[in-house]
């Protein structure tokens, strides 16, 4: 494999994650192939993944946004500042509204991204809801180009959970779990009713040597992640480890929750 010419990939995140578990596996060393660049998008991420992506591979993760319904990928994509991806706005023009009021907000206001498209023809698409939420970012970027900017996307308005009258979003879970070490980027969140109440788990992969150890240092790491996510959502939450490779590997959008409140 090391032999291949291919220096970049383009998928989702998560499905990158399953071939550097698989490289892995199988004993290559991605530090020793030719791929230098990965383009990943088509499912919120976050900043954490992006990191612990380019730690396991070597390669440099890029962002790249962009949606069936417009033109699929490539309605804006990041580039080597990191400061929001640009919006190719000679093809697509973007706005922020309040997604309750569908009122237009102004540069620099987070809201929910809608596009209009400007030179398709036969499917034009105009003030498209996208659902993501961002922020139109003005002013001319470190890399010197002027197009705006829109920060990244790691939430959606309807990925939103609401947890005893609290908003939760599973990108705030990634980001706790991947600031621990041994953590994977492997998890699934689980929402159940119980009573009136409603109950948050988090089944989260650890590394193998951790998954291994006593069950007084998986009590340690349990509890390290409990009060990592606790920290950013405010609410207590079950952590379940479980055995490395045992949660659902995606293939293309990862699914991240489980919410089993209307069906018991
Ligand atoms: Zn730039």
Not at 65 to 77: K, N, Q
Not at 144 to 170: A, E, S
Not at 175 to 188: D, E, K, R, S
Not at 223 to 239: H, P, Y
Request: aromatic share 6%; charged share 25%; hydrophobic share 35%.
């Amino acid at each position: 494999m090391s032999d291949f010419g291919v220096t970049a990939i383009s998928c989702t995140p998560s499905y990158f994650l399953h071939i550097i578990e698989k490289a892995k596996q199988l004993g290559y060393d991605f530090k020793k192939m030719k791929l230098r660049h990965g383009i990943f998008g088509a499912e919120p991420w976050t900043n954490e993944m992006r990191e612990r992506i380019e730690k396991e591979s070597g390669i440099k993760a890029w962002d790249i946004y962009g949606l069936t319904e417009i033109s699929g990928p490539g309605v804006a994509m990041d580039c080597p500042a990191r400061s929001g991806l640009h919006i190719f706005e000679d093809l697509f023009y973007p706005e922020v509204i309040d997604p309750e009021t569908g009122e237009a907000l102004p540069d620099g206001t987070e809201g929910e991204l809608v596009i209009s498209t400007l030179n398709k023809f036969g499917m034009p698409m105009l003030r498209y809801r996208t659902r993501d939420i961002s922020v139109i970012v003005k002013g001319t970027c470190e890399c010197g180009r002027t197009i705006r900017r829109i920060k990244r996307i790691d939430h959606r308005n309807d990925d939103m959970l609401i947890i005893r009258g609290v908003n939760v979003f599973p990108s705030q879970i990634e980001a706790a779990l991947l600031t621990i070490p041994g953590v994977q980027p492997h998890y699934h969140i689980v929402v159940r009713r119980h009573g009136d109440l409603d109950t948050l788990e988090v089944q989260v992969e650890l590394a193998p040597e951790l998954f291994g150890d006593t069950i007084r240092s998986i009590e340690t790491i349990q509890k390290k992640i409990g009060n990592a996510i606790k920290s950013i959502i405010g609410l207590a939450v079950t952590v379940t480890p479980v055995e490395p490779g045992s949660l659902e590997r995606s293939m293309g959008k990862a699914k991240r929750v489980t919410d089993l409140r209307n069906n018991g």
